[in-house]
């Protein structure tokens, strides 16, 4: 029986849901059925008896998978590729503060943990870690919210850490609010100030490190930084730690609050903007950790692409870079919701699925996932989704390319690009709304003889704006809609020409 | 080696181990001494006022201030927010109500205990040039000097007859100053008058509610008396009492009053705690400061154990010649005329010492300054000159002073009975008494508010017989609009409660749609307890739709009982008075209105109760996660208390902020758990939304007997050790970096890998670890004070070095490095560092004694690559130490042995320590020792 009071409620639900649906913060994409039709989700199981709390993951040279835990320890998993899995878990280290960061290298596992970053090894053969070698423990670590996230080795064999601020606001201890590199003899050497709470770390298709960064004062939405050497990204907190570095100077200029990154660049020449913003909650709230996409196709169309995960919404979505003038910027897209948990950290395996895991708390912020702890893989099913690839700035307007074929009717009509823009305020207190919107005007449409690609022509690109795709109308040759429709560019640069 | 390299960064540093860095000192004394010249400077201006009262101050006039006419007030209305600020009604008769809503004047009876009486001569002669923007009309505008000065002189008079005044002012804590620069800028004084910056320079004049030169007005007494009960003198509310602490108010006070120059001896400031650190370490706290006479240490009442004191002033200097200072103390530094004569480093192992330097002056004023630390054996402090025709003595008083400027003193202010009573005549024929209605001194009436003439008399630019207030053209326009209807005044209830809100400036602290909220330039004002929280943890709440929100009761309780629900908000709630602000809680119920939700029939009351204690806790919403629930936490974050949510919120507006929080707050950290309608617990209540709210509503009607949900109390993680050594890293009792270790002998120890050293022993249980930290359990607990193992001690009085909040580069500035550990075949660490280019390997093995007791072994190893440079080891240190050989020691209930061929010695202080002087060989040398408890 449906009672008439329930029917009432209801209505009374769909109300409050029109009436603000323009901006309907906290809103699923709504995607997830169609999105399981190309990337399923596997959970892996995990025994009642191991406490597992994800944070960092990393493919061993025998295929075994590394899950490195909040916990602090490491553990190895035979099995977690196979479909369906079948994993089995083997404690490789114990007793380690919270890892964020896992990276195998000449017969040792790297673990960047919130004090230090330690060569683990196991020198008598039984598979345990019997050595704990720190590379350096030299930067300040001494209140609850100084976290530290770090990458895989580089090329050169560095880890880089991302060190956050102690809470949002201050730089209490040593760096903190900095990234730093650790040389595999144990130097630290900074790199760039003004991080506030940082995330993942990791590099681009081109090797150049990024690092995730979170939403808050002087931070308008999350973000994806470049940790560009001598640079400084926006929080001013850590200045006070250039006296301590040796060859770098405190920037002559403080950035000013209630104003905007476009203008502040100008002001502060360290200043090197976000290259990817991530607008609040429609395009995460607590990005984490992220991976570069080298599966070679095994991932389906969206290789050398950057795949990040949500803590709080629970969700992947994918971001793709380019430099422009010098400054790197790129775009982020939906791509998976609908995961278990909350997502610390993301790795491909060697199979070309996607690893993601994490936990929820009750001591930090709420998730929408609702398992206290998970590890689930995203398996491609080889059936390519109608998606946008990728968004490219040229001097005028947008080369935008799809995975499949567009319908070049539909796609030569001006009105099927819904483009806005936007930016933050960039100030001393939390977050920002989003503010000078405005609405591109498109001037010209070019569809690619193959359907691959448009290019969307218009009067103005707004500098230092995000430029809020929706592309809802377009279709495939096969009168598929869009998986997602929506994709955000950061303009930090307009190309010359 | 793989040290960061640190050198260049180094001078930065003060080394906190090597005691107070006379340089700090010094740098510190310089700014005292440099601050006097330039206060004396700026800030003669009251003085100046008394001499000439009349006389052009360079003073900006400005039009009358009044808070909130910048809000988003319909400009109709304005004219009328005017009209009661202004007090018209006091001359002008009007309605009843109109009398009761404007603005009293400040009750006088009092006013000689309260305001200086040359400020209020002063101020009563030209009220706009002395305060600019203050609300009080000019009376005496018509007059010439001479007699404006007499009218002022005899009101004064008469003002100081009505009760003897006991105002004196005094030297300002200069210590509660910075703390009342905090608190003024935090707790809510500058969402109404002006934020300044660290000179005191107001910011924002032009937007705020003057204050005028408090200074000059106000004592300490009378200033910190009227915050505590605004509404004694002032009972209109508009200067709200924010339900500070006494000590808060004190601060506030000595902020305000900074300026306030009093004659005297001596400035002091004291300090407490680690001062052999520097008086600028983060574990050094400045408690108070003020003026004496002389060094004598009797005047500064008690001094604790571990204090410095600061002193500077100036001497007087009568003859030119050599002059020599004789000083007995532990410690300190004392500079004469810019330079250092004396300067030595306090020492707890040890007593007092005799020191004395000299230095040539030359007559006249000469600055002095003395730092002194209250430490060691049976401290004490002497001061002692002697010079040409000065045999040596204790300075005299009658030698120093605070400035080498003089400072007046202020006479006391004699009533003259006749000019009293002259006086009392001017305040009722001039008009004083028709606002200041409390000293029933009778006043005429004039014209009615419906029969004035707006162009003439007060709205007027003429001068004449009438008050005036400087109005600018849109305050007169607004009045001049508002004036017809002003006398018998019909509003909407909108319209009131806007009138309201904007009358007593809501509106500077809290957003309503359609009349603004904080302004930009004060956001930043605004602090928070829980950064976590956002916008949230640091603005007080939006109150758009707040009659929709709250419960009246609640309202009631906020506005009149100071209850707050937001404990993290630094700004106060101030308090207005139920007599001036008691209609709105009636007014938001009427004006704000939201659509209603239909609630649902809940068929099981008992399984809608179950569902929403599961949705509360983690296994459901885990609301609980930022929520406190019942006044206990979950976690870090502090978000409003949800078990008596019921007994705040109105239930409709509870529905329609979970559905959509976003809706309330743009940038709301809460998150939406039914997005589009949908929940995201689609296994509770059939994922039914409208079920699953009122599920939550059900249960948390329960309020404190609501049974507690899952996941409140964190659950206890036992890590115990069975047959092999257990390891746990991270935030534990002896820092960040600790590591514990549990053998399988059941004793443990936890390890500082910050300093490298060992921190603290105990037996039987071995801990608790929980994500990022571990907690000790078991029994017989010894710990060790921090500290690095190793040090060079330049002389057995040098403090043993450690790692301070703010010596940023300790220890790897002093050559250390560390390296991790290995585990041996039972999982038993050797932890692994370098001193220097010594590499030492530091290991612990649990054993047991004949009679079965379990204690450690611990064997250090070291790798010389050289021979180097002796160095000492500290192998204990704590209270109650005693010596039983050169190998055996006692520290309380540890016993120490050393095993090697190596011997300790006991240096004695504060605490004790047993140090072993060591010079390891060239390669591979071992020292052991046993630590039994």
């Known amino acids: ?55 960092s993951f990393e493919i061993l040279p025998d295929g075994r998978l590394a899950v490195g835990t909040r916990r602090g320890d490491i553990y190895f998993v035979r099995g977690a590729f196979d479909s369906p899995p079948n994993p089995q878990y083997h404690l490789f280290a114990s007793g380690q503060d919270e890892i964020f960061a896992l990276s195998w290298r000449d017969g040792a596992m790297t673990a960047t943990t919130w004090g230090e970053v330690t060569r683990i090894s196991d020198t008598d053969g039984d598979d345990v870690a019997d050595r704990f070698d720190t590379l350096t423990n030299n930067w300040g670590y001494a209140e609850g919210h100084e976290f530290a996230f770090g990458s895989k080795h580089d090329a050169e064999g560095n880890i880089w850490v991302a060190l956050g601020l102690s809470g949002s606001y201050a730089s209490h201890n040593l760096l903190r609010g900095w990234a730093v590199k650790v040389t595999p003899d144990g130097k630290m050497l900074p790199v760039c100030s003004g991080l506030r709470s940082p995330a993942g770390v990791g590099p681009n298709s081109e090797g150049v490190m990024f690092a995730i960064e979170s939403q808050g004062p002087w931070n308008g939405c999350c973000s994806l930084k470049h940790l560009k050497q001598g640079a400084f990204l926006g929080h001013p907190a850590s200045y006070n730690w250039y006296p301590f570095v040796p060859g770098m100077t405190t920037p002559a200029v403080e950035p000013n609050s209630n104003s905007r990154m476009g203008l502040e660049r100008k002001r502060v020449k360290e200043l090197v903007p976000p290259a990817v913003c991530f607008p609040y909650i429609k395009m995460g709230r607590s990005i984490s950790g992220f991976r570069l996409n080298q599966t070679g196709g095994k991932f ?74 998970a590890i689930q893989r995203i398996d491609w099913n080889g059936i390519t989704p109608f998606e946008i690839r990728e968004i490219n700035i040229k001097k005028d307007g947008f080369l935008i390319t799809f995975t499949k074929p567009l319908d070049r009717q539909v796609a030569s009509k001006s009105d099927a690009y819904d483009i806005r823009t936007f930016t933050h305020i960039y100030q001393a207190g939390y977050g920002s709304p989003e503010v000078d919107q405005t609405s591109a005007e498109v001037t010209r449409v070019e569809a690619s003889a193959d359907g691959l690609s448009v290019y969307v022509q218009l009067k103005e690109i707004v500098g230092d704006h995000i430029h809020a795709f929706d592309l809802a109308k377009l279709t495939s040759t096969e009168g598929q809609h869009l998986v997602h429709s929506k994709a955000y560019y950061t303009v930090n640069e307009i190309p010359h020409n | 080696m793989g040290e960061w390299a640190v050198l260049p960064a180094a001078s930065h540093q003060k080394c906190l181990a090597n005691a107070p860095a006379p340089a700090t000192v010094r740098r510190d004394m310089m700014r005292t001494q440099q601050q006097i ?12 006022v008394a001499i000439l009262p009349f006389c ?29 600020e202004l007090n018209c009604v006091a001359c002008h008769s009007g309605d009843a109500s109109l009398a009761t809503r404007s603005k009293k004047s400040p009750r006088l009876a009092e006013v000689g205990s309260r305001i200086n009486p040359q400020y209020m001569e002063a101020f009563i002669g030209e009220p706009h040039r002395i305060k600019p923007g203050t609300t009080m009309p000019d009376m005496l505008s018509t007059m010439a000097g001479d007699e404006k000065r007499r009218v002022a002189n005899s009101l004064t008079h008469f003002l100081l007859s009505l009760k003897p005044g006991n105002f004196s002012i005094q030297a300002p804590d200069t210590v509660a100053v910075v703390r009342g620069m905090r608190l003024f800028h935090s707790r809510g004084c500058a969402a109404c008058h002006s934020p300044r910056d660290a000179s005191a320079k107001e910011l924002l004049a032009n937007t705020s509610v003057p204050l005028g030169a408090l200074d000059k007005k106000y004592s300490f007494k009378s200033l910190s008396d009227f915050l505590r009960q605004p509404h004694a003198s002032r009972p209109s509310g508009r200067m709200p009492d924010l339900r500070l602490q006494g000590q808060d108010i004190d601060s506030i006070t000595h902020y305000l009053l900074q300026d306030t120059r009093v004659p005297g001896g001596l400035s002091y ?71 250092i004569i004396i300067d030595q480093a306090p020492r707890d192992g040890r007593g007092i010492k005799d020191l004395q330097g000299s230095v040539d002056l030359a007559p006249g004023w000469r600055s002095i300054q003395l730092a002194y630390f209250h430490t060691g054996r049976e401290p004490q402090l002497a001061c002692e000159m002697a010079g040409p025709q000065m045999q040596r003595q204790p300075i005299p008083a009658s030698m120093l002073a605070v400035s080498d400027q003089p400072i007046p003193v202020a006479e006391p202010f004699q009533v003259d009975p006749a000019l009293a009573a002259v006086g009392r005549e001017q305040f009722s024929s001039l008009g004083c008494a028709s606002c200041h209605d409390d000293l029933r001194v009778p006043s005429k009436s004039r014209l009615a508010l419906a029969q004035l003439d707006a162009s003439r008399g007060c709205l007027s630019k003429d001068a004449g017989a009438w008050p005036r207030f ?4 849109q305050q007169l326009e607004w009045i001049r609009k508002a004036l017809p209807d002003a006398g018998h005044l019909q509003l909407s209830d909108k319209q009131r409660l806007d009138k309201t809100l904007a009358t007593f400036n809501c509106t500077a602290c809290h957003e309503r749609s359609g009349l603004g909220g904080i302004a930009p330039e004060r956001n930043a004002l605004f602090t928070g307890t829980q950064p976590g929280l956002g916008d949230q943890g640091r603005l007080p709440p939006p109150l758009t739709d707040v009659g929709a929100k709250l419960q009246p009761q609640w309202i009631s309780e906020v506005l009149f009982h100071g209850k707050r629900q937001r404990q993290y908000l630094e700004v106060s709630m101030p308090q207005f008075g139920e007599a001036n602000v008691g209609n709105l809680v009636e007014l938001f119920g009427k004006v704000d209105e939201l659509e209603t939700v239909a609630i649902p029939e809940v068929a099981n009351v008992k399984e809608s109760k179950d569902a929403g204690c599961e949705m509360v806790g983690t296994s459901g919403l885990s609301c609980i996660a930022c929520h406190e629930f019942n006044g206990r936490k979950s976690g870090e974050l502090a978000a409003p208390d949800i078990a008596r949510v019921s007994e705040r919120l109105k239930k409709n507006w509870f529905n329609l902020y979970l559905r959509q929080p976003s809706r309330f707050h743009p940038t709301v950290i809460m998150p939406g758990y039914w997005p589009g309608g949908q ?19 059900i249960y948390l009607e329960g309020g404190a007997q609501a049974k507690k949900p899952a996941g409140l109390s964190r659950q206890s993680n036992e890590l115990s050790v069975s047959d092999v050594t257990e390891v746990c890293r991270g935030h534990c009792p002896v820092g960040y970096r600790g590591i514990g270790v549990g053998y399988p002998s059941r004793i443990s120890l936890a390890f500082d890998s910050d300093e490298m050293a060992l921190r603290q022993l105990w037996k039987g249980e071995f801990a608790n670890v929980d994500i990022g930290s571990f907690h000790p359990r078991g029994t017989d607990t010894f710990a060790f004070p921090q500290g690095i193992p ?38 038993r660490p050797t932890f692994l560092y370098h001193y220097g280019d010594i590499a030492v390997e530091d290991f612990f093995e649990d054993v047991r004694d004949d009679k079965g007791n379990a204690y450690f072994k611990r064997t250090l190893t070291f790798d010389c690559p050289t021979e180097p440079v002796p160095f000492y080891f500290r192998a204990a240190a704590g209270k109650k130490i005693s010596r039983r050989t050169e190998r055996e020691f006692t520290i309380d209930q540890l016993q120490l042995r050393i095993t090697s061929e190596h011997n300790g010695l006991l240096r004695e202080g504060n605490l004790g320590e047993v140090l072993i002087p060591l010079t390891p060989p060239r390669g591979h040398s071992t020292l052991t020792l046993d630590y039994q408890w």
């Open chain 2, 56 to 84: 052009l101050l360079g003073v900006v006039m400005a039009e009358p201030s009044v808070a909130g006419l910048s809000s988003g007030l319909e400009p109709g209305l304005k004219g009328q927010v005017l009209i009661e």
């Open chain 2, 790 to 827: 190793f040090h060079r001690l330049k002389t057995l009085e040098d403090n043993w070095p450690y790692k301070g909040k703010t010596n940023y580069l300790f220890p790897q500035d002093q050559g250390y490095q560390f390296r991790g550990y290995h585990l041996d075949a039972t999982r």
């Open chain 2, 37 to 48: 010249p330039i206060r004396a400077r700026v800030l003669r201006f009251i003085p100046l």
């Open chain 1, 1 to 55: 029986m449906v009672s008439s009071p329930y029917l009432m409620a209801v209505a009374a639900i769909a109300y409050t849901h029109l009436a603000c649906s323009a901006d309907d913060l906290g809103a699923m994409w709504g995607t997830a059925q169609e999105e399981s039709n190309y990337y399923p989700i596997v959970s892996i199981p995990i025994p009642s008896a191991v406490p597992m709390m994800p944070g």
């Open chain 2, 269 to 339: 400031t004291l300090y407490r705690g680690q001062v052999w650190e520097g008086l600028d370490s983060a574990k050094v706290t400045a408690e108070r400061a003020g003026q004496v006479k002389d060094f004598a240490l009797e005047s500064l009442g008690r001094v604790e154990h571990h204090s410095a004191i600061q002193y500077a002033g100036w001497i007087n200097v009568a003859s030119q010649g050599s002059y020599t200072f004789f000083l007995k103390m532990n410690g300190g530094s004392l500079s004469v005329d810019g330079k």
């Open chain 2, 470 to 473: 400087d109005l600018n053209a």
């Open chain 1, 300 to 373: 389906g169309p969206f290789d050398n692409q950057l795949f990040l995960g949500d803590y709080t919404l629970s969700i992947i979505m994918r971001a793709t870079t380019e430099q422009i003038n010098g400054v790197w910027q790129g775009a982020c897209y939906p791509f998976r919701e609908g995961l278990a948990t909350g997502i610390m950290n993301v790795e491909f395996s060697p199979k070309g699925q996607l690893i993601a895991g994490g936990f929820t708390t009750n001591s930090q912020w709420p998730v929408r996932g609702a398992s206290p702890f």
């Open chain 2, 679 to 697: 929940s995201v617990r689609p296994n509770i209540l059939g994922g039914d939304a409208a079920q699953q709210i009122e599920a939550i509503w």
